[in-house]
DNA sequence: GCTTGTTTTATTGTATACATTGAGCCATCA
DNA sequence: TGATGGCTCAATGTATACAATAAAACAAGC
């Protein structure tokens, strides 16, 4: 069963916060696995038509994507799917890296048993994604590990920023990113969750440091040319 | 001439996102000066007269407001002024502590002269507002100075996290702050600018550290009890 | 044939009408 | 006199109709 037609059927029943929140997370989640991928078109009508709401709900929702930085609202264009630059992934994976670390003493501190086995699986469940070659919920589920991590922190603003940053770093490695070539791949993520289960959380800091600095590593950050240049250069020259 | 009267003026010859845009500003003004206090509510028919816009438009503002935290959205109640839990102060103070601290050596790295005379000015507008008793405008300023100071990291996307997070310190200071005590007193942000002038991000971070552990001890953490809190404790009883 | 001007169409921006629901008020009854 | 029930009203949730505008298709001229 497609999301739509999942967000369609519990539609009758579910009060209408939660039937929007739904489709939220349906357009949400498409954006991040990349299977909307950046510079997508999404019609206002289109989207009112597949999820079974008028044009105002979908206009709210687009709006939340639109603060979050997943889609783009071009005045009198509509919304599309955000096509980071190479400057915005700068400023992501250097937010990632001051407050992802920053983190990790905290979370150290806070680490059980419970938590460990939580992340411990959710790892485990991402390399099987990545060796059965699904990359969307492999690309969800390193995420997921991410903004879990924070959540662990016990700081709510910061978890849902460190979420926000996740988000965009999806779009990110759509863009720049080689296909096939998976952020966080290794065993990063199991070594890290030993070293926050030792309450290291300085080790830990340093790895995460280390972890996010190979994944913006891999990107190849080539910003594409523009189309028309000749006449920029016309004016310029 | 009034807020609304000024949005209005310009509305004739304004596009429609500015009109919007100049609404919200309106709006997060005097949310932040705390003209408008926590649990203030704010009716969409009213806003709507008051600026000459349809619900629509206002509805829109609001929902962008709610997602910065500065109005709460209750379903089929509408929209208030938030009131900061006594959790959530910390967590936004944590979370300056971390970012805004953690941004001193890239300030105090690109800080040039005319950068620091920006901010001194700043700081002298602040003190004479505050000499003059103009707390909003004092209010204001104290939080533009520390949003500015983010911007200057050349992060864009910390410095507009930065940003929410200083409305929101302001909606907290309301709550929870001495009436009369205003955060940022003393010479502290002239101190500040002084070790970022002379390139010192290590002093500077550990100035700013002080300066808002400084501002949150000066809280008085007391959250209000419940109204009828009797009926509660004999379900938990 | 390519460029430019015009018409058409498709899509978003805005407002308003209607439905829904929570709050306040009043009357009735214990 | 106080509480509970229903009733009225006010405010929000939602959808739709209309207006504005940018893109696209098309036609005309060079």
Redesign the interface.
């Given at each position: 069963m497609s999301d739509a037609q999942a967000v369609k059927r519990s539609a009758s029943k579910a009060e209408g916060?939660e039937r929007h929140e739904a489709i939220y997370r349906a357009v949400s989640d498409a954006i991040v696995e990349q299977r909307l991928k950046p510079g997508a078109r999404l019609r206002e009508d289109a989207l009112a038509d597949v999820f079974g709401i008028s044009r105002t709900g979908i206009r709210?929702i687009l709006?939340?994507l639109a603060?979050e930085q997943l889609v783009t609202l071009t005045?009198r264009r509509g919304a599309s799917v955000t096509r980071p630059t190479a400057?915005?992934a700068k400023?992501?994976f250097?937010?990632r890296q001051?407050?992802e670390c920053?983190?990790m003493p905290d979370v150290a501190r806070r680490m059980g048993d419970k938590e460990a086995a939580e992340l411990r699986d959710m790892a485990k469940r991402e390399r099987q994604a990545l060796r059965n070659g699904e990359q969307s919920v492999a690309i969800r589920l390193s995420a997921d590990f991410h903004v879990r991590i924070a959540q662990l922190s016990g700081?709510?603003?910061?978890a849902a920023?460190v979420e926000s940053?996740c988000s965009r770093s999806s779009l990110i490695l759509a863009v720049y990113g080689h296909p096939g070539h998976l952020g966080c791949e290794s065993h990063d993520h199991d070594d890290l969750v030993g070293y926050l289960e030792t309450g290291n959380g300085e080790r830990a800091s340093a790895f995460m440091s280390r972890h996010l600095k190979a994944i913006e590593a891999s990107l190849s950050m080539v910003e594409e040319e523009e189309n028309v240049p000749d006449l920029q250069q016309i004016f310029g020259g």
């Open positions: 916060d709210k709006q939340r603060l005045p400057d915005e400023d992501v250097d937010a001051l407050i920053g983190l700081n709510a603003t910061l920023f940053l």
